[in-house]
């Protein structure tokens, strides 16, 4: 059975992170549960939506995850992780949740692992341009730039 994956984060994030991985991997749709926590909604409100979609995903090892640490769905989330199958990881983002859904027939601590390193290599600084398109610089008038 592959662990189910809950995405609990400030609205509309948490929905708009299961569409995209809805949009990559449809076959996923039961694995994959998102509540957005509203903010007219009181704590307990939102921790009864959580639980609900805990027993929706049917009771099995869940992989939580938040956008914030600290905040009301890391606060919530923390609550449904106690004595429980679930571990819970803030800070969620796009690369982190694909690889979740790729690997979801593993163990629940492997695919935590594999889910922060996902989430890890999935920042990085992107050049604006390649360096073979960039304008040449005055003190390399005289000087042929190679590409690799």
Known sequence: MS???????HA????????????VFPAAEEDVAALDV????????????????????GDRQTLIFT??????????????????DVKLIAGVNLPMLLRTI??????????????????????????VTAPQNQAPRKHDQDHRDHQQ
């Not at 662990?3 to 984060?9: D, F, K, P, Q, R």
């Not at 509309?12 to 949009?23: K, T």
């Not at 914030?68 to 449904?80: D, E, M």
């Open 3 to 9: 662990i189910a994956t809950l995405i609990i984060a």
């Open 12 to 23: 509309p994030l948490a929905s708009a992170l299961r569409q995209c991985v809805m949009h």
């Open 38 to 57: 509203l903010s007219e909604d009181s704590t307990e409100q939102s921790l009864e939506k959580a639980r609900a979609l805990i027993r929706a995903l």
């Open 67 to 84: 956008d914030v640490f600290g905040a009301t769905p890391c606060n919530i989330s923390q609550k449904l992780v106690d004595g429980t």
């Open 102 to 127: 790729t690997y979801r027939h593993e163990s629940l601590e492997l695919l935590a692992a594999r889910a922060m390193a996902g989430g890890q290599q999935g920042v990085m600084q992107v050049a």
